[in-house]
């Protein structure tokens, strides 16, 4: 069975992909489209993409390959992906969080990480959504793609992959949670610098300081101070 696998047109990819499972998790498997009809987004989100112009996909990645930790996972991934879009536009990559991609201030790419139990097997589903020739988003006015920020007009299928042979490659480069805090949080959108935050309906200034370990965004708030917050309980407007 091939361990990557191209459709036509699906609902989720992240659904999609359990029917290509094999019976034993010896490899990484992905597979990709270029017209998702009903993406999701990190905590319900919905990822919408244009017909023929994006990338909707995703891999399944076993536990027994992996670290079983849901932390870890979505720090590598989120790491992985960020490196791959970097290196193939050779530009700066951020990390908005949790784990938005931003490249010269726009959203380029968004991920979902479920955890799946198929056949007895546990596997980490890694779905991610790319921006790639698209070229209009007037209805989002935060988002663009790969060919508005870098002018680059990049082949589909070629990109897909070349995506998951980095994602596999990568998959063999097993760091430690510090380790990878510290990357992620050296790339981590805005960090340091002010911008305006809305929490509870009231509009304020911060500055970003970290990502801690347990996934809670640590801002310093113009007058609330030092605070934690888990995701949806702050909301950064850039």
């Known amino acids: 069975m091939p361990t990557l696998c191209y459709l036509t047109e699906c ?30 987004g990190t905590y319900g989100n919905q990822w919408q993409s244009s017909k023929a112009e994006n990338i909707a996909f995703s891999s399944a990645l076993p536990t027994t390959l992996f670290h079983d930790d849901d932390f870890w996972t979505m720090l590598w991934c989120t790491l992985m992906a960020r490196d791959f879009l970097s290196h193939i ?11 938005d991609l931003i490249l010269k201030q ?10 799946k139990k198929v056949r007895n097997i546990h596997y980490y589903i890694f779905g991610i959504g790319i921006n790639v020739l698209q070229k209009n988003f007037d209805a989002f006015p ?13 082949d589909l299928h070629t ?19 510090e380790n990878l805090l510290h990357q992620y949080n050296s790339h981590l959108f805005k960090r340091g610098k002010i911008a305006v935050f ?28 030092l605070k934690s917050f888990y995701h949806k309980e702050i909301k950064m407007l850039y």
């Not at 659904?15 to 010896?26: K, R, S, Y």
């Not at 726009?106 to 479920?114: A, D, F, N, R, T």
């Not at 980095?166 to 760091?175: Q, Y």
């Open 142 to 154: 935060h988002a663009g793609s790969l060919f508005t920020q870098t002018k680059k007009k990049l």
């Open 106 to 115: 726009k959203k380029i790419s968004g991920m979902l990480i479920e955890k």
């Open 89 to 99: 536009t050779d530009e700066k990559v951020e990390i908005k969080w949790p784990n």
């Open 198 to 225: 809305e929490t509870n309906d009231i509009r304020q200034n911060g500055i970003i300081q970290m990502m801690d370990t347990n996934g809670n965004l640590i801002v310093e708030l113009e007058h609330d101070g």
């Open 159 to 177: 990109l897909a992959s070349d995506f998951h042979a980095f994602l596999t490659e990568k998959s063999k480069d097993i760091l430690s949670i």
């Open 11 to 40: 609902s989720s990819t992240n659904d999609e992909i359990l029917h290509f499972l094999p019976e034993h998790a010896t490899a990484i498997t992905s597979v990709y489209t270029f017209h998702q009809t009903q993406g999701r």
